[in-house]
């Protein structure tokens, strides 16, 4: 592991720190804050309404939507180019003891972030009785206005030709023609120099003007904790309480999380969910030890690409397993369904419809006649993998692999992608490495990490043409504590970027959950000791120790929680912890839109 952290941490870092205040700040070699709101923006009214997506069926709180308009540049608000900002909020339900407002973002970027201000409200009543919570589709995004950029089909047609564990010269060739496609198809959109995070951080900041706030308090997930930390660096008075979930190497840059991600994802899947599998009910169709596991892993990927005739499969299955790993309770369904492929196209020879459709059935009343009720597996999945496998997606942060799926099915010469995941990740900075880089990752770290260390690597950024917008560091100087929540073996937010973070913030608070793999943590998971510790700091004022391991819950299926050995301390006694209910419907949004 020496030289893949050795590899994964060159490369620039960032800039120096700029205090500034939200009305006196000025642009410093591009990284302040703009001067302050001008008036034609921070004097409009928010008129809230319903939301369109809300349904009182839905239960918990009521949140209400508005959409409100910034400047497409926070450098030149006055151009007369506008966009549409779309926010939500849900009300403290205990208007007397009222303590302001906390923003919310699920991450990505790219994810729409306007339904987590009921969701994360509904789920925490102590949070929800003391704060508005605000949910923001940030701009590019959802409700607000978008950012679609055409990208040529004929390019993502070559590279869907070969699967992305192909490193033949063509097979390279392609996937960086590919690649470059979808660079120089967002380059084209006169929107996406604007779609970035200084942009994005300016209108929370005229949010929160608009809501008549002196603080911005705020949580956020994955990409939301750079998000957050950028806020913090531009506006450090306006900053109140930071909680920052699942982090990125927020005081490092962008690239660097990327790079750890392959990694991250092999070692939740190689150390915690193959000895679940192994030591439990799926043993019977995928092994009784982690070897066994991996090696049926590979035997399901490797038929599934004869079964389905489609080279780009073996990178969509990887993608819904890399999907499954944020969350312990989709390791289940990630073991239904690979329990499923392996009964049914591995050791089944019969691949006729009527003999994959039995074989379905019969294998899920088989997992069914030992589950409790509660937890009874379904074929819906499995079904959409084996009869339509051309509509599979890949899932959460394979945007690439995505697009080669959406080609086959496009009918023009371009097809219309978000870029929102590529215009702030590329437009922050810090994505400088060459194709040839990534190409030599793939070659030193795929066989290490193959669940995604061949498609992470296919690297938008390496082909980047646009001017990046380079951001400041948070200071503890001018803010009080930052906590940061982190598990263990996050799979999308490598643990090792929490390293950096607090060496270079000293007032970083940090509350880990040993043997834990969960991808969003605060509120959402029904982990007890997360959720009291910061529910402490955001309503009452007490900031959690310098360090705070927290104890898992355990595993689908089972009844204690199994060690996994990992970068958390173990000469550290965790914190006990409860099972808090999540309420079904929250969970179902959660799982949506946390990435």
Same mark, same amino acid.
């Given at each position: 592991?020496?030289?893949?952290?050795?590899?994964?941490?060159?490369?620039?870092?960032?800039?120096?720190?700029?205090?500034?205040?939200?009305?006196?700040?000025?642009?410093?070699?591009?990284?302040?804050?703009?001067?302050?709101?001008?008036?034609?923006?921070?004097?409009?009214?928010?008129?809230?309404?319903?939301?369109?997506?809300?349904?009182?069926?839905?239960?918990?709180?009521?949140?209400?939507?508005?959409?409100?308009?910034?400047?497409?540049?926070?450098?030149?608000?006055?151009?007369?180019?506008?966009?549409?900002?779309?926010?939500?909020?849900?009300?403290?339900?205990?208007?007397?003891?009222?303590?302001?407002?906390?923003?919310?973002?699920?991450?990505?970027?790219?994810?729409?972030?306007?339904?987590?201000?009921?969701?994360?409200?509904?789920?925490?009543?102590?949070?929800?009785?003391?704060?508005?919570?605000?949910?923001?589709?940030?701009?590019?995004?959802?409700?607000?206005?978008?950012?679609?950029?055409?990208?040529?089909?004929?390019?993502?047609?070559?590279?869907?030709?070969?699967?992305?564990?192909?490193?033949?010269?063509?097979?390279?060739?392609?996937?960086?023609?590919?690649?470059?496609?979808?660079?120089?198809?967002?380059?084209?959109?006169?929107?996406?120099?604007?779609?970035?995070?200084?942009?994005?951080?300016?209108?929370?900041?005229?949010?929160?003007?608009?809501?008549?706030?002196?603080?911005?308090?705020?949580?956020?997930?994955?990409?939301?904790?750079?998000?957050?930390?950028?806020?913090?660096?531009?506006?450090?008075?306006?900053?109140?309480?930071?909680?920052?979930?699942?982090?990125?190497?927020?005081?490092?840059?962008?690239?660097?999380?990327?790079?750890?991600?392959?990694?991250?994802?092999?070692?939740?899947?190689?150390?915690?969910?193959?000895?679940?599998?192994?030591?439990?009910?799926?043993?019977?169709?995928?092994?009784?030890?982690?070897?066994?596991?991996?090696?049926?892993?590979?035997?399901?990927?490797?038929?599934?690409?004869?079964?389905?005739?489609?080279?780009?499969?073996?990178?969509?299955?990887?993608?819904?397993?890399?999907?499954?790993?944020?969350?312990?309770?989709?390791?289940?369904?990630?073991?239904?369904?690979?329990?499923?492929?392996?009964?049914?196209?591995?050791?089944?020879?019969?691949?006729?419809?009527?003999?994959?459709?039995?074989?379905?059935?019969?294998?899920?009343?088989?997992?069914?006649?030992?589950?409790?009720?509660?937890?009874?597996?379904?074929?819906?999945?499995?079904?959409?993998?084996?009869?339509?496998?051309?509509? &599979?997606? #890949?899932?959460?942060? !394979?945007? *690439? /692999?995505? +697009?080669?799926?959406?080609?086959?099915?496009?009918?023009?010469?371009? @097809?219309?992608?978000?870029?929102?995941?590529?215009?702030?990740?590329?437009?922050?900075?810090?994505?400088?490495?060459?194709?040839?880089?990534?190409?030599?990752?793939?070659?030193?770290?795929?066989?290490?990490?193959?669940?995604?260390?061949?498609?992470?690597?296919?690297?938008?950024?390496?082909?980047?043409?646009?001017?990046?917008?380079?951001?400041?560091?948070?200071?503890?100087?001018?803010?009080?504590?930052?906590?940061?929540?982190?598990?263990?073996?996050?799979?999308?937010?490598?643990?090792?970027?929490?390293?950096?973070?607090?060496?270079?913030?000293?007032?970083?608070?940090?509350?880990?959950?040993?043997?834990?793999?969960?991808?969003?943590?605060?509120?959402?998971?029904?982990?007890?000791?997360?959720?009291?510790? &910061?529910? #402490?700091?955001?309503? !009452?004022? *007490? /900031?959690? +120790?310098?360090?705070?391991?927290?104890?898992?819950?355990?595993?689908? @299926?089972?009844?204690?929680?199994?060690?996994?050995?990992?970068?958390?301390?173990?000469?550290?006694?965790?914190?006990?912890?409860?099972?808090?209910?999540?309420?079904?419907?929250?969970?179902?949004?959660?799982?949506?839109?946390?990435?």
């Amino acid at each position: 592991m020496s030289s893949f952290r050795s590899a994964c941490r060159t490369g620039p870092r960032r800039v120096a720190f700029l205090s500034a205040a939200v009305v006196a700040g000025a642009l410093v070699s591009g990284v302040g804050p703009a001067a302050a709101e001008p008036t034609s923006f921070a004097g409009q009214q928010v008129n809230w309404g319903s939301c369109a997506w809300y349904s009182p069926v839905f239960g918990g709180l009521t949140p209400e939507c508005a959409t409100i308009t910034v400047p497409r540049d926070w450098r030149s608000p006055g151009d007369g180019h506008t966009l549409k900002i779309a926010i939500s909020r849900t009300k403290a339900t205990n208007p007397a003891q009222r303590a302001g407002v906390v923003f919310t973002n699920p991450g990505g970027p790219s994810s729409s972030g306007i339904t987590l201000s009921w969701s994360l409200g509904s789920a925490q009543p102590k949070l929800a009785s003391r704060y508005d919570v605000i949910g923001m589709d940030p701009r590019g995004v959802g409700g607000s206005t978008q950012l679609n950029c055409d990208i040529a089909v004929d390019p993502l047609l070559v590279a869907s030709n070969y699967d992305s564990r192909d490193m033949s010269d063509n097979a390279v060739a392609a996937r960086t023609a590919a690649t470059k496609a979808i660079a120089d198809g967002c380059a084209a959109n006169p929107l996406t120099p604007y779609v970035n995070t200084w942009q994005t951080a300016h209108d929370m900041d005229l949010i929160r003007v608009l809501l008549g706030e002196q603080k911005l308090n705020y949580v956020g997930y994955s990409y939301g904790t750079w998000l957050g930390a950028k806020y913090a660096a531009l506006f450090p008075s306006s900053t109140g309480k930071v909680v920052l979930d699942s982090n990125t190497s927020w005081a490092d840059d962008l690239a660097g999380s990327w790079q750890l991600m392959p990694m991250a994802f092999q070692r939740r899947f190689d150390d915690q969910f193959a000895p679940w599998i192994s030591r439990g009910l799926f043993s019977k169709y995928l092994g009784k030890t982690a070897d066994e596991v991996r090696a049926s892993y590979e035997a399901v990927r490797a038929t599934y690409l004869r079964y389905t005739g489609l080279p780009g499969a073996g990178a969509n299955l990887d993608g819904l397993v890399r999907t499954w790993m944020y969350t312990d309770a989709n390791l289940f369904t990630a073991a239904v369904n690979l329990g499923a492929l392996k009964a049914c196209i591995v050791d089944n020879q019969d691949w006729s419809q009527l003999g994959v459709t039995l074989c379905i059935f019969a294998y899920v009343n088989d997992v069914n006649a030992n589950l409790p009720t509660a937890s009874a597996a379904s074929t819906q999945q499995v079904t959409a993998l084996l009869q339509d496998p051309a509509g &599979v997606r #890949a899932g959460k942060q !394979d945007v *690439v /692999a995505d +697009a080669f799926a959406a080609a086959r099915q496009a009918t023009g010469e371009t @097809l219309p992608l978000n870029g929102v995941f590529y215009s702030v990740r590329c437009g922050d900075g810090g994505q400088w490495h060459s194709p040839s880089w990534w190409e030599n990752y793939q070659r030193q770290f795929g066989s290490s990490f193959p669940l995604a260390g061949y498609s992470i690597p296919q690297e938008v950024c390496a082909h980047w043409t646009l001017p990046a917008q380079r951001l400041p560091n948070p200071s503890p100087r001018d803010l009080g504590p930052v906590v940061m929540v982190q598990s263990e073996l996050d799979p999308a937010t490598a643990y090792e970027n929490v390293a950096r973070n607090t060496a270079q913030f000293q007032g970083a608070r940090l509350i880990s959950v040993q043997d834990n793999g969960t991808h969003g943590l605060y509120g959402l998971r029904g982990n007890s000791c997360v959720d009291d510790l &910061v529910n #402490a700091y955001l309503v !009452d004022g *007490v /900031a959690p +120790a310098e360090r705070t391991v927290c104890a898992s819950l355990p595993l689908p @299926l089972e009844t204690a929680v199994h060690p996994v050995a990992g970068p958390v301390d173990d000469r550290t006694t965790p914190r006990s912890t409860r099972a808090v209910l999540v309420d079904q419907r929250v969970s179902q949004e959660i799982e949506k839109i946390i990435s």
